[in-house]
């Protein structure tokens, strides 16, 4: 039968649990942010239920926290295209959430579950083409906000060919011009930034 869980924690398991120093946790229980006693031998003892609750709150504002960033999901079948996009977002030093996606199947996917601020996206890709899985996006309500760009190898002529893109769409032609993209994305941030300090919806791009 296992022992009953106990109501406290030493200095040191709450420092691990929070993930802080053990100086910090008594500084927390000092000034009454952690609820604490001294036992008759000397030793502090955290309450349980005080530092779960301050788990809690900081799982709270972790999660406010990634809400705040843009979300930008990358569509490209080019692996080291992918990797081109991954080491420029590092390089620009960007606070966003970044989702890559390696065709349009998979693409169609994760930006039904990021719902992403920003969707760049090749054309020609396996299973399911950019020109399809960008008309499907474009119908849906959810998404009527995000910034859409594509970056083809497709010439204009070739791309009204297979019957054009929805309008709105931000279109460049390889090779990829991380420059023009860059500053697209800085506009949406200081969008959703602007948003989110005033309480108001984003207003479209597209």
């Known amino acids: 039968m296992a022992g009953k869980q106990k109501d406290?924690?030493?200095?040191?398991?709450?420092?691990?649990?929070?993930?802080?120093?053990?100086?910090?946790?008594?500084?927390?229980?000092?000034?009454?942010?952690?609820?604490a006693w001294v036992t008759g031998g000397g030793h502090r003892r955290i309450a349980r239920n005080s530092v779960e609750l301050m788990l809690r709150q900081q799982q709270v504002a972790a999660g406010e926290s990634e809400l705040k960033?843009?979300?930008?999901?990358?569509?490209?079948?080019?692996?080291?295209?992918?990797?081109?996009?991954?080491?420029?977002?590092?390089?620009?030093?960007?606070?966003?959430?970044?989702?890559?996606?390696?065709?349009?199947?998979?693409?169609?996917?994760?930006?039904?579950?990021?719902?992403?601020?920003?969707?760049?996206?090749?054309?020609?890709?396996?299973?399911?083409?950019?020109?399809?899985?960008?008309?499907?996006?474009?119908?849906?309500?959810?998404l009527q906000h995000s910034l859409i760009i594509v970056v083809t190898g497709l010439s204009e002529n070739e791309i009204k060919a297979r019957g054009g893109l929805p309008d709105g769409v931000h279109l460049f032609i390889k090779p990829v011009p991380f420059e023009n993209i860059e500053s697209l994305i800085r506009q949406q941030i200081k969008l959703k930034t602007t948003s989110i300090s005033t309480g108001t919806v984003m207003e479209g791009n597209i």
């Not at 398991?13 to 942010?33: D, F, K, R």
């Not at 920003?118 to 474009?138: E, N, T």
């Open 69 to 142: 960033k843009l979300s930008v999901v990358v569509v490209e079948d080019n692996a080291q295209q992918l990797r081109m996009y991954e080491q420029q977002f590092q390089a620009w030093k960007m606070d966003v959430r970044l989702v890559t996606a390696k065709d349009g199947f998979e693409g169609s996917i994760k930006i039904g579950q990021t719902l992403p601020d920003v969707i760049i996206a090749d054309l020609q890709m396996p299973k399911l083409d950019g020109f399809q899985m960008i008309r499907a996006l474009k119908d849906l309500s959810d």
């Open 8 to 35: 406290y924690f030493s200095s040191r398991e709450a420092a691990e649990l929070l993930g802080v120093a053990v100086s910090t946790v008594q500084t927390w229980t000092n000034n009454g942010q952690l609820r």
